[in-house]
């Protein structure tokens, strides 16, 4: 399940790789907030990186019995979280472009999965017969379809990006760790809204 310390999530029990969960710090106030880079002071509780997990936490109270104290979780808390690990992901793929490491466009991206790159990034609004032509081509890359085409352009700084390709490297591993975090909320949100409609 990935590298890293395994750690025991407060809402299913289980242990896992850290790299699979987020972890959460108590603030002065008693409000539990997310500490995605895992460096807040104080005992941290962690919860596996799905929406339903840190529902379940928020629902059954178990922040207080992880931290020992009183502690609010606030019900906006699944929503906070996943804005941030997708923040951290798109601030990776930023990373990636100024290291030289990211190409965008279809023809860029199709050649640089020739290469063997790392990392294959769709918008979720992109047309399918491109995103699964590129799909096919990906071979051992990691495919992830998390963003619009709006929010690739602004990480990238240019307009209409569709498919965005990662070189192996640091910036690619780590939008792969944000990327597959984010994963498990998004996928959760998801369900949330056709349980809702």
């Not at 799905?50 to 207080?64: D, E, H, M, P, S």
């Not at 931290?67 to 804005?83: N, S």
């Amino acid at each position: 399940a990935g590298g890293g310390p395994e750690r025991t999530c407060i809402a299913g029990g289980g242990a896992t790789s850290a790299d699979a969960m987020v972890r959460f710090a108590l603030g002065p106030d008693g409000e539990v907030a997310p500490d995605f880079s895992g460096k807040l002071p104080g005992r941290g509780a962690w919860v596996s990186a799905n929406r339903a997990a840190l529902t379940t936490a928020i629902k059954k109270n178990l922040f207080a019995r992880a931290f020992r104290a009183h502690a609010v979780a606030p019900a906006e808390l699944p929503a906070a979280v996943e804005a941030g690990l997708k923040r951290r992901a798109l601030d990776a793929i930023g990373l990636a472009r100024r290291a030289g490491q990211a190409a965008a466009g279809y023809d860029q991206v199709r050649d640089c999965l020739a290469g063997g790159a790392m990392v294959l990034i769709t918008a979720s609004d992109a047309a399918e017969d491109g995103a699964s032509k590129l799909k096919r081509a990906a071979g051992q890359a990691e495919v992830f379809r998390l963003f619009t085409v709006a929010e690739l352009s602004a990480a990238l700084g240019r307009d209409g990006v569709r498919h965005v390709a990662l070189k192996r490297g640091p910036a690619a591993k780590r939008f792969t760790a944000e990327a597959r975090r984010l994963a498990g909320f998004v996928a959760g949100a998801n369900e949330d809204r056709a349980q809702g409609a």
